[in-house]
Structure formats: structure tokens, C-alpha cells
């Protein structure tokens, strides 16, 4: 049980150090570039991560597209029963997005790779690369009003994931300077947004809190539900099942706050969102990893 124990807190405790230094930044330190810093991961070190790990993983690719396949399942389950719940309620269901879309990259990826190693960064990079092409096409359609193809096939992760599988499947042998030159560039990620999470939830403020706090909860626990249902439906067992499980359940991701602001919404609720879920998953994510583990 103790051994257990710390086996948790060794996978739960870099992520919360890191975010903790970016909570201290933000009081302390000099301004913190976030827009820069979240342009500079998405279009450079997260596409240099992607192709990276897709280009040089030992997990099979079938593996890894039965993993995405199970990251599409979830979220189109996920987002039918947010919407109705959201409807029901009487709710915008345009929050649909921020409810169903968690932060896979930021928190996701470090818990993952902490939990289960090379092997479930593999998986865990899978879940994310469909989520971000999910996200900034459908999710971003939602926010903006509007649809827009060419904003999808400008996207860099979109880009990294196809050229990363296509070096897969046909065993091309990319020139190891350029492997790793892109290493480096993807070992930015990690702690980078990490660091990025500490400083954003550090600047937001629950509005509405008893709202907040149950809206939380029913996110919560239809993540939980949807990722055991999803995991079982799919026969997903091992490595795989405890990444799709993590992957689903992680709490809010803080790009819905940047989003909401970037298309003229109010953010108070969807950043009171945030906040709550990230507190919440301090306790519930560690029971979860003692489940899965």
C-alpha cells in the first residue's frame, strides 16, 4: 500500500512543483509571455513532440489508431450527453466544448508519461493529437460561430501528426540530426506547459461558486463514466485503457479561457470552470492512478 502510495505522489509531484512555480511567477516573477509562449507550443514544440514520438514509437500503429479511434468514441459520446445535460439545464450548449475537451496536454501528457513511460506518452500523444484536431476544427467552429477549413489545414499539429505516421508505416530513416533537433524542441513541452497551467489558473477566479462547484462535479463524473465506458466498450486493456481513462477524466483545459476570450465570450464561467476541476483533481487523481495502477 505505501509502496503504492509513492508511486503516486512520484507521478503527481513534478507536474504540481512545476505548476506551483508558475503560480509563484505570477506574483513574483517578471511578466509571463502567455500568448507567446502557447503560440510557440502549438506551432513549433508540440508538432516537433508529435512527429517525434509518432516517427520513433515501439507501440505499433495499429495500436495507436484503435487508441484514436477510442479518443473519437469518447468525444462524440461525451459531447451528445454534455449537451443534453446542458440543454436540460437550460445552459448555453455551446459549453459543450469546454465540458468535454480536457487538458490532455498540459496535465495529460506529464501524468501519463510519468505513469506508464515511453509507452503511454505514445498512447497519451494519440488521444491528444486527435483532441487538438477535434478542438481546432469542430471546437473552434463552435466558439467562433463559423467553420473554417483553411484554419484546419494551416494547423502545424495537423501537419505533424500525418508526416509522422507516413514515416512510420513506410520505415523512412529521418537523419538523426534532425531527430534530435526535434527531441529537444518536444522536451520543451512538458514542463513548459506545465509552468504555463500554474500561471494561468493563478490569474482566473471562480465566478458563481455554488454553480461552479456542482457543474464541476457533473463534469467529473461524466468524464469518469465516459472513459471506463469507452476503455470497456473498446476492449482496451493495460497501458492503454489506464491513458484513455487519464486522458478523459483530466480536468478542464485552460485553452478554453484563451478561446472564449479570443471570440468575444464571457469567460467567467468557463475559467471558474477551469479553476475548480484543477483544484478538484489534486484529490480525485490520485484515487483514480490507485485504481488504474
Not at 55 to 66: C, H, N, W
Not at 109 to 118: I, M, Q, R, S, T
Amino acid at each position: 500500500m505505501s509502496s503504492t502510495i509513492v508511486q503516486i505522489a512520484n507521478i503527481l509531484a513534478p507536474g504540481m512543483f512545476l505548476a506551483i512555480v508558475g503560480l509563484f511567477w505570477h506574483y513574483k516573477g517578471p511578466r509571463f509571455p502567455v500568448d507567446f509562449v502557447t503560440t510557440l507550443i502549438l506551432n513549433l514544440c508540440m508538432p516537433a513532440l508529435l512527429f517525434h514520438t509518432l516517427a520513433t514509437s515501439t507501440v505499433p500503429l495499429e495500436s495507436l489508431g484503435r487508441m484514436a479511434l477510442a479518443t473519437l468514441v469518447v468525444h462524440i459520446v461525451f459531447t451528445l450527453a454534455a449537451v443534453a445535460l446542458l440543454k436540460l439545464a437550460g445552459k448555453d450548449w455551446r459549453l459543450c466544448v469546454a465540458q468535454v475537451v480536457g487538458n490532455t496536454g498540459n496535465l495529460g501528457l506529464p501524468v501519463c508519461f510519468l505513469a506508464f513511460g515511453d509507452e503511454g506518452l505514445a498512447y497519451a500523444m494519440a488521444f491528444f493529437a486527435v483532441q487538438c484536431l477535434l478542438l481546432f476544427s469542430l471546437g473552434e467552429a463552435v466558439y467562433a460561430g463559423s467553420a473554417s477549413v483553411s484554419r484546419v489545414l494551416r494547423s502545424p499539429v495537423l501537419h505533424a501528426i500525418w508526416l509522422g505516421v507516413l514515416v512510420q508505416m513506410l520505415d523512412v530513416q529521418v537523419p538523426e540530426m534532425a531527430l534530435q533537433t526535434l527531441q529537444l524542441l518536444g522536451q520543451v513541452v512538458i514542463p513548459l506547459m506545465l509552468i504555463t497551467l500554474g500561471i494561468s489558473l493563478a490569474g482566473m477566479r471562480a465566478a458563481q461558486l455554488p454553480s461552479t462547484l456542482l457543474w464541476a462535479l457533473i463534469r467529473t463524473l461524466l468524464a469518469m463514466s465516459v472513459g471506463f465506458g469507452v476503455a470497456s466498450l473498446m476492449g482496451l486493456e493495460g497501458v492503454a485503457r489506464g491513458v484513455l481513462i487519464i486522458e478523459t477524466v483530466v480536468p478542464v483545459a485552460v485553452f478554453h479561457y484563451l478561446l472564449s476570450i479570443r471570440h468575444g465570450h464571457d469567460a467567467s464561467e468557463v475559467s471558474g470552470l477551469i479553476l475548480v476541476t484543477h483544484i478538484a483533481a489534486i484529490f480525485y487523481l490520485p484515487i483514480l492512478l490507485g485504481v488504474l495502477l
